[in-house]
């Protein structure tokens, strides 16, 4: 069993949860996942590593509770335990002296491109930061990036904080700098990643990407995490999870990302309608 160590919503709806894994956190590199199970015989999710500390054995991840799974991950509370930390799982993320990187990020994607930027810039990279999210309220670990970054750029969707829009305007960010780009790296939703792909693509700037498809065992056995990068399949698990942006078959990914959707959302309705029932029932006796 793996025991919670802190549980907490750091924004609305988006949670952290540092496990002690010690195992994991010797072994952990930018880049890597895990795959946790909230109980026994309960399905497996990969999350993103977002921080460890070999230290003291301890690994974190942030998250969004969008199923029954991750609702579950996000009502432990510290001093719990869950049954299952399988990792860290995939290729480390690529890093190397390049220049000046911009690390684009929204969403849980914020947390899992921290140690990514935070080894580039060790590296001697410039590190040039551009977080998106719908309206300032949620953005979080600015701090932490900041510290890291030779320069943070926000972009949101209600202009609360920094350009209004989102990702559609990189281009338009890109020239402000008025410095060459040496690579681009995305994290965050599917859409983010994408976009960022299309935004990029005419400019000729090498982009990599985290992929994020369905996944069920993590090491290349079940074929359930297939992608198709420049015309060949590959599994995001052991290939990847880091992809050339431009090669991605996206409109697949999409595609398959959407298999498992009822199955994801129903729980939450269902739960939440028993919930209500049981409350009025409760009322009436």
Known sequence: MFRVIASKMIVPNMHLLTLAAPAVAREAK?????????????????LSLSDWDAQSGTITVVFMSIGSTTGRLALLAPGASIPTVVGPLGNATEIENYGTV????????????????????????RIITIMEARSSYLFYWEERLEAISDKIIHITRDGTKGHRGHVGRLPEILRGLEEPVDRIIANGCTFLMKRTSDETRPLGIKTMVSLNPIMIDGTGMCGVCRVTVGSVTRFACVH??????????????????????????VPLRTSRCEERHFRSQEGKS
């Open 30 to 46: 930018p880049g890597q996942f895990v795959i946790l199970r909230a109980e026994e015989e309960g399905e497996r999710v990969p």
């Open 102 to 125: 911009v690390c684009v990020c929204g969403c849980y994607g914020i947390g899992s491109i921290f140690p990514i930027a935070l080894a580039l810039k060790r590296k001697g990279n």
């Open 240 to 265: 990847g999870p880091d992809f050339d942006a431009h090669q991605v078959d996206w409109e697949e990914l999409l595609q398959r990302r959407k298999t498992y959707m009822p199955e994801e959302v």
